[in-house]
């Protein structure tokens, strides 16, 4: 197959052969000679054309993993947005696994511990940023389980921090059910809510007594 044109794209070259066109870096360009005017089959050329994809995909996925961390569905995702091939992209996956640039439980328990320890989310917050990073339920229970003391520790400073200067009046249900929704949104058990914001108003009580 006669090599017809070859036109300098950004991060490699397209290759435009007698019936098609390939994607080819310009490492393999020069290690296999390829210049106008040459024939190459189409086994090799398309070779070549997945290679260079491939090799494009990896350092695409390793330059975002320098900035920060992925759980395995948000890479994957990050690249089919990208290169829209399922195959491309799994095979990408399977070696950032491998050589342990992706792996879900350490992203999973790092990412729980920041919800927990400097969002203070609750336990059913947590739940849904996990899932929602493409975490499995038995990875996402995990994690939850080994934070969920820490989380309800975390409830009365959280309660005073975000709602103090509205529990004013012990009267004021109102402003009550404002409060324990807000704690709910953050993902806090109602019956663990309504008890600490019972248990601030007694220990405002006896700080004035």
């Not at 197959?1 to 070859?6: A, D, G, P, V």
């Not at 499995?136 to 921090?161: G, R, W």
Request: charged share 30%; with cysteine.
């Amino acid at each position: 197959m006669k090599i017809t044109q070859i036109i300098h794209k950004k991060t490699y070259y397209e290759v435009h052969a007698e019936n098609a066109v390939y994607e080819i870096d310009g490492e393999l360009l020069r290690q296999y000679h390829i210049q106008e005017g040459s024939n190459l089959d189409s086994d090799t050329l398309e070779e070549l054309h997945q290679k260079s994809r491939f090799r494009r995909a990896y350092r695409r996925a390793c330059y975002l993993l320098d900035d920060r961390d992925y759980s395995y569905c948000m890479m994957y995702q990050k690249l089919m947005h990208t290169y829209q091939d399922k195959t491309l992209c799994v095979k990408v996956m399977e070696q950032l696994i491998q050589c342990g640039a992706i792996n879900d439980k350490r992203y999973a328990q790092k990412f729980a511990e920041y919800l927990v320890e400097r969002k203070h989310y609750g336990s059913y917050r947590v739940r849904q940023e996990l899932l929602r990073k493409g975490i499995d339920k038995e990875l996402t229970e995990f994690c939850i389980q080994a934070l969920e003391e820490q989380s309800l520790e975390n409830l009365p400073e959280t309660l005073a921090k975000k709602y103090g200067s509205m529990l004013t009046d012990p009267q004021d249900f109102k402003t009550r059910e404002k409060v324990v929704a807000g704690m709910i949104r953050l993902g806090y058990d109602y019956q663990h809510v309504k008890t600490a914001v019972e248990e601030y108003f007694q220990n405002l009580q006896d700080e004035n007594s």
